[in-house]
């Protein structure tokens, strides 16, 4: 069956570092892959999609990668700042790309 | 825009009660899902209409939960009778399409069955 894994245990880095976040799928090919920020109490928010023909997709601080053969995306943030401390979630597409799967979330604590 | 709708934001009920769950979709959005967030099953799929008709049901987890949309502005998704493994914070999305759509989450209910 579809799987997809994320890192469970949370990530704590130091503010101006890169953070780099997991997301490994299974057992599928997804033709895009979107990943979304979810704030403790709120809804899951937008923040990019990558096609699987996109390497690398750039937004602000934000960095996406999409390696087909390795079955993977890394979702980095540059300089990264205590206002992103939250959980991302990465979302491939089902096959077919009529909905999306989400994983499990990385909660990320970036300190001051 | 408002953005996305959802009532009540929270839910305190007594298991083998009704309850109902509400979402007001982003206008124009012809997408709508019911989503399920747990800390042990993340977010799951239950169902997702286009333009008022349901979809894909394959998530809703039994003949308890139903969902409906009577018209494009309004949606329900019921629990009849309640369980206490129900409890959990219950979303819902829109979208303009469905590939590669971009879904605007509401601010979720989060339900308690006692």
């Known amino acids: 069956s579809q799987k997809i894994e994320q890192n469970s245990e949370a990530l704590n880095i130091q503010e101006g570092k890169t953070a780099t976040l997991t997301c490994n799928y299974t057992?599928?090919?997804?033709?895009?892959l979107q990943w979304y920020r979810q704030d403790p109490g709120r809804g899951p928010v937008f923040l990019l999609l990558i096609r699987e023909n996109e390497k690398e997709k750039r937004k602000e601080r934000l960095k996406v990668t999409f390696d087909t053969t390795l079955k993977q995306s890394l979702f980095h943030i540059t300089a990264s700042q205590p206002a992103d401390s939250a959980t991302y979630l990465c979302?491939?597409?089902?096959?077919?790309?009529?909905?999306?799967?989400f994983g499990a979330g990385t909660r990320l604590f970036v300190k001051a | 825009d408002a953005g996305v709708i959802q009532s009540p934001r929270h839910e305190v009920t007594e298991m083998g009660q009704e309850v109902t769950l509400r979402c007001k979709p982003i206008?124009?959005?012809?997408?709508l899902f019911w989503y399920r967030q747990t800390m042990m099953r993340g977010l799951e799929l239950l169902i997702y209409?286009?333009?008022?008709?349901?979809?894909?049901d394959s998530g809703m987890p039994e003949d308890r939960f139903s969902a409906k949309m009577p018209n494009a502005s309004f949606s329900t998704l019921k629990i009849q009778p309640s369980e206490p493994r129900d409890s959990a914070v219950y979303f819902c999305?829109?979208?303009?399409?469905?590939?590669?759509?971009?879904?605007?989450f509401g601010p979720g209910t989060r339900l308690t069955v006692l």
């Open positions: 999305a829109s979208s303009l399409t469905v590939i590669e759509g971009e879904q605007f």
């Open positions: 209409f286009n333009n008022n008709v349901p979809i894909d």
């Open positions: 057992n599928y090919s997804p033709a895009y």
């Open positions: 206008s124009g959005h012809d997408y």
């Open positions: 979302a491939p597409a089902h096959t077919g790309g009529f909905k999306t799967i």
